[in-house]
């Protein structure tokens, strides 16, 4: 069965800080992993890794993908208020033609920086 | 523990017809979801419950309907299924709100022909 597990659940820092999140997965034919970032009830789509060791870079934030060790990390340098929010992980595994797309999504990560 | 289940995993639709995606939880939440997965699209959603008899509209309810009589079901209906109505469909469940945690069902892939 797919597997993804989001690490921390829940993390409180300063505004300033740098944060890490993390997340693990075990899956049959994977395809990509995608981060998203949730701060209503429709996330917002992050990155998009399907290649090892590649970072992803989007202003503040980073990402890079582990695919010997099977685990990807989200980075927020210079953390603001606004990036408080629950921070989804997904992993697409190739559809074999039995059932949906394979996006195995995580438990999320609830991020909040304090002033 | 099941978590969210959602049935059917895959299903062809003609244009026109009529559908219901079944969602259950067995983890008491009282905050149920459907959202909707187009490529490179991300997640949309569809519509929202906050507990048994309450519902709302998300993001893209146009052609969707859904009811919450009991706290662990929540069924989806498409209506005179469309062609734009082609996607995967996941429902998740979180308890008293998305900053809580989600569990997400493993989705429905629905196409209309």
């Known amino acids: 069965e797919d597997k993804v597990v989001q690490s921390p659940l829940s993390l409180v820092v300063h505004e300033g800080d740098t944060v890490t999140l993390n997340c693990s997965y075990e899956?049959?034919?994977?395809?990509?992993l995608l981060w998203y970032k949730q701060e209503k009830k429709a996330p917002t789509f992050l990155f998009m890794l399907t290649s090892s060791g590649i970072e992803k870079k989007s202003g503040r934030l980073s990402s890079i993908l582990d695919k010997k060790e099977l685990f990807s990390i989200l980075n927020i340098t210079a953390t603001q208020t606004g990036d408080s929010a629950v921070y989804l992980c997904?992993?697409?595994?190739?559809?074999?033609?039995?059932?949906?797309?394979?996006?195995?999504f995580g438990k999320g990560t609830h991020l909040i920086i304090q002033p | 523990n099941a978590g969210v289940t959602q049935t059917p995993k895959f299903r062809i639709l003609k244009i026109g017809q009529s559908m219901t995606l079944q969602c259950t939880q067995d983890m008491n939440h009282n905050y149920m979801y459907w959202y909707r997965q187009d490529p490179g699209m991300g997640l949309k959603l569809i519509y929202y419950s906050v507990g048994a008899g309450i519902t709302d509209k998300g993001e893209v309810p146009n052609g969707y309907n859904v009811s919450r009589s009991t706290t662990e079901d929540f069924p989806l209906r498409l209506e005179l299924a469309a062609p734009s109505q082609t996607s995967v469909y996941f429902c998740?469940?979180?308890?008293?709100?998305?900053?809580?945690?989600?569990?997400f069902g493993s989705g429905t892939r629905l196409t209309v022909v």
């Open positions: 998740a469940s979180s308890l008293e709100g998305f900053y809580y945690g989600y569990t």
């Open positions: 997904a992993v697409e595994a190739r559809w074999s033609g039995g059932g949906a797309d394979g996006l195995t």
């Open positions: 899956v049959t034919n994977f395809r990509s």
